[in-house]
């Protein structure tokens, strides 16, 4: 059993900078694979970024590649999703997710998500 809450998100302007965090409660957090995913209106939700639960491996999705990174503090019970140089299409609700299952970039594999946490970018 995991419990996310995400925080960090906001407005920023085009090419700014943003970190996003996902605060986990659980003894498993240690052990799970993490991943952001993100959705805008309309549109589905798409993997961001994901790490497995060493930190030692971490899949970043072709858009962001690059620009965002993830990371984590297993320590503080923390994931994080370092976000530069963002672009109006970054602009989503970003979610943050647990499996303690095989990583990877597919929703089915998460079995815990976040509330989400608002990034806006404008112009």
């Known amino acids: 059993q995991v419990q996310l809450v995400e925080s960090g998100g906001g407005l920023v302007q085009a090419g700014g900078s943003l970190r996003l965090s996902c605060a986990a409660s659980?003894?498993?957090?240690?052990?799970?694979?993490m991943a952001w995913f993100r959705q805008a209106p309309g549109k589905e939700r798409q993997f961001v970024a994901a790490?497995?639960?060493?930190?030692?491996?971490?899949l970043h999705a072709d858009s962001v590649k690059g620009r965002f990174s993830i990371s984590r503090d297993n320590g503080k019970n923390t994931v994080y999703l370092q976000m530069n140089s963002l672009k109006l299409e970054d602009t989503a609700a970003y979610y943050c997710?647990?499996?303690?299952?095989?990583?990877?970039?597919?929703?089915?594999?998460?079995?815990?998500w976040g509330q989400g946490t608002q990034v806006t970018v404008s112009s």
């Open positions: 659980g003894r498993t957090f240690s052990s799970s694979n």
């Open positions: 997710a647990a499996t303690q299952r095989y990583w990877g970039s597919a929703k089915q594999l998460y079995d815990y």
């Open positions: 790490v497995r639960w060493s930190g030692d491996s971490t």
